[in-house]
């Protein structure tokens, strides 16, 4: 028994691979920064502009990354950058914050 005249189901379609360009760029911004903050401890006269430019590029990582974990892009590497971006703003702002309490206490210091 055949049923002439009658389409079968379609094949589904299957969904269209969703991009993972902020998961790269957030872990690339996290590189980034770990790069640059390795700048400015390698050359001593990089001055304070490396720090906070390692700080900037740090802090887009983290927004990136958390743009890609909500947009449901490869989880893996958006928190791989957006954990690296974390660290290195954490120890950054902590040196900074070093460098303007105490350092800045001993040399501004009028006995």
């Given at each position: 028994m055949t049923n002439f005249g009658v389409n079968?189901?379609?094949?589904?379609?299957?969904?269209?691979?969703?991009?993972?360009?902020?998961?790269?760029?957030a872990l690339g911004l996290g590189l980034g920064s770990v790069g640059l903050f390795a700048v400015f401890f390698g050359w001593a006269d990089s001055g304070m502009g490396m720090l906070l430019t390692a700080m900037a590029v740090?802090?887009?990582?983290?927004?990136?990354?958390?743009?890609?974990?909500?947009k449901r892009q490869r989880r893996d590497v958006a928190l791989i950058g957006l954990i690296v971006g974390a660290l290195v703003l954490l120890v950054a702002a902590g040196l900074l914050l070093f460098a303007l309490l105490f350092i800045g206490a001993l040399f501004g210091a009028n006995p």
């Open positions: 079968p189901a379609p094949a589904p379609v299957p969904a269209p691979a969703q991009s993972a360009t902020l998961s790269w760029v740090s802090v887009a990582a983290v927004v990136v990354g958390i743009i890609a974990l909500v």
